[in-house]
């Protein structure tokens, strides 16, 4: 094998053992979530989204030497796709407690009407494939971490192969922790033990884009230092 792409795939390895209980953490209810709404199937379709798109990021990392700058708009479209995990985890999670209740809820009244942004955000959470895609999108120091490193390999094909080799390790973490899931086989506490778990998940996807919101607000405050 090529030297280059040995180094390309020990770095990505080495990066997701590094940074596994990150990634459990971060990820892993959306994992459990996804296991837990569509079977092995849709776990492995999230997998497979997540290489693709980590790849392509890898692709493009190592064609330009370096990461695209970020800008305001794209980091207010990462925090608004990690409020919409937010969301579907909580949403997730509420059905496991209404299903561990013993009388059923019913809700009367009309559907709101739902924007085509919100539909497509809503079809992004509802599809295994397209959401392991998504969180190549979401703001993680790990996986910009992994970014750097495809970027300072130089090559396409070496930066492709190294965010690719972190995709599959940090994915074995995924796949462990979507085991999460079978809590819900378990009856009514293993229900509210899983919906513990997702509630944890959505807080920590509501929270983890604000400290770069705010330090995009901060560089902002003092771009023109000499300006009042």
Request: charged share 10%; glycine share 12%; aromatic share 4%.
């Amino acid at each position: 094998m090529n030297p280059d792409l040995l180094v390309a795939t020990a770095t990505g390895v080495g990066l997701a053992l590094v940074s596994s209980v990150h990634c459990l953490v971060m990820c892993g209810p959306l994992a459990a979530a996804t296991r837990s709404r569509g079977g092995s199937s849709a776990l492995w379709q999230y997998g497979a989204g997540r290489l693709a798109s980590y790849s392509l990021l890898g692709l493009l990392a190592g064609s330009v030497g370096n990461v695209l700058a970020d800008s305001r708009f794209a980091r207010w479209g990462e925090a608004a796709l990690s409020w919409l995990l937010a969301s579907s985890l909580l949403v997730t999670a509420l059905g496991h407690l209404r299903k561990a209740r013993s009388a059923p809820l019913l809700t009367l009244g009309r559907a709101p009407q739902r924007s085509i942004i919100s539909r497509v955000f809503l079809r992004i959470a509802d599809e295994p494939l397209l959401l392991g895609m998504a969180t190549a999108l979401l703001p993680c120091g790990a996986l910009l971490s992994a970014m750097l490193a495809a970027a300072a390999l130089g090559a396409p094909l070496s930066g492709a192969l190294a965010m690719a080799s972190f995709g599959a390790g940090s994915g074995v973490v995924l796949l462990a922790a979507a085991q999460l899931s079978r809590l819900s086989a378990l009856g009514v506490a293993g229900r509210k033990a899983l919906a513990g778990v997702l509630l944890v998940g959505a807080a920590i996807m509501l929270l983890r884009p604000l400290p770069m919101l705010q330090s995009d607000g901060q560089t902002s405050c003092h771009q023109a230092p000499g300006k009042h």
